[in-house]
């Protein structure tokens, strides 16, 4: 067998490249806890001394840290003044929770792969399932402020405007179910611009349903939002004018069964909302980083919650839209589209 030396070589560099950025990842997510990005942010430029004072941290770890993020490019170095600078055009990446581009928790979700590792590693051996709370809690609280941003700027004035009808029966009072809820950061974001409507979020994790209770509360929302724990196929309550799967259909193991039971419990006018991740139907559709990072997520978390569960149905992160139609098709529901789409997501409209 002949080998193309040159092309070795591209591998070697494309390999390396991604071990810097493994590594890089933790050098992220110690800047995003410590407040470094955050102190770094319309500061201008700063020693590692000055960013040391303002962040409570020490100098020496500070400017090993600084120079890392300098050959990564998040950051520019002023060699003749050693000073260090955040480009104005990063902060929303990086420092602002607010921001619908803010990507630094995301690192913390990645850190609950390397702290499973074994499990999965184990199940590739075995065939059996690691269900979301056998995880580690990075996961749950990483996915949280991960996807809560995207929400807060998306899901009311974009995805819910797109579906007919929805938004003015909302605003005019409804009943919404967000099932697979997590930490509810969805449901309160919904019930923050609904303020006539009121909302149930499900969720088999108990700690996430007492975590996303707590969230309620703190935003004063308890009056008109309750969280249950109940899995997709059993939650309570019927007339719903709206039902959610908030980044969570594919990872369950009956989607056709959750399915079935969401159509059962809507009302006359009613539809489902299922916000997935961007996918084309075939591999080759999905090459990419994007399509990359959403099969290793795949591997590691749908994939195995789904087959953690009944009929383990293994749908994963990347199923695409027509798989994900014949699904509802199988379901019972004979209109189910496309509605509205950004570079992360694909958000469909499903009505029986």
Not at 14 to 26: K, P, R
Not at 109 to 118: F, Q
Not at 205 to 226: F, K, M
Request: aromatic share 8%.
């Amino acid at each position: 067998m002949k080998i193309d030396q040159s092309k070795t070589e591209e591998f070697v560099g494309q390999v390396v490249t991604d071990m810097a950025a493994a590594m890089s990842g933790v050098m992220v997510n110690l800047g995003h806890k410590l407040g470094l990005y955050e102190a770094m942010a319309g500061a201008g430029p700063v020693t590692a001394e000055e960013l040391a004072r303002t962040t409570g941290t020490q100098p020496r770890y500070v400017k090993e840290w600084l120079n890392n993020q300098v050959a990564g490019g998040y950051i520019v170095h002023d060699p003749g003044k050693d000073t260090y600078e955040m480009p104005d055009e990063h902060a929303p990446v990086l420092a602002d929770p607010d921001s619908p581009v803010f990507l630094a928790p995301g690192f913390d979700v990645i850190s609950s792969l390397w702290l499973d590792e074994k499990q999965v590693e184990d199940a590739f051996r075995t065939g059996r399932g690691v269900g979301w709370h056998e995880h580690h809690k990075n996961l749950f609280f990483g996915t949280e402020a991960f996807f809560r941003p995207g929400y807060r700027d998306k899901l009311v004035d974009d995805w819910i405007a797109s579906l007919d009808g929805v938004k003015s029966k909302l605003e005019s009072g409804g009943r919404v179910a967000d099932v697979g809820c997590g930490h509810g950061a969805s449901t309160i974001i919904m019930a923050e611009a609904f303020p006539k409507s009121t909302f149930v979020g499900f969720d088999y994790h108990p700690e996430s349903i007492d975590v996303a209770r707590e969230r309620a509360q703190q935003a004063g929302l308890t009056d008109r939002i309750r969280f249950e724990t109940a899995s997709a196929t059993e939650f309570d309550g019927g007339d719903y004018d709206l039902i959610c799967f908030m980044d969570c259909f594919h990872d369950l193991g009956d989607p056709v069964g959750a399915a079935r039971h969401a159509g059962r419990a809507l009302s006359d006018q009613g539809c489902m909302l299922l916000v997935e991740p961007h996918a084309g139907d075939k591999v080759e559709d999905n090459v990419g980083p994007v399509g990359r990072m959403f099969y290793a997520a795949s591997t590691a978390l749908c994939v195995p919650n789904s087959l953690s569960q009944d009929v383990g149905l293994g749908l994963g992160a990347q199923a695409g839209e027509s798989r994900i139609a014949d699904v509802l098709s199988e379901a019972g529901f004979g209109t189910v589209r496309r509605a509205a789409e950004t570079p992360f997501n694909m958000v469909i409209e499903a009505r029986p």
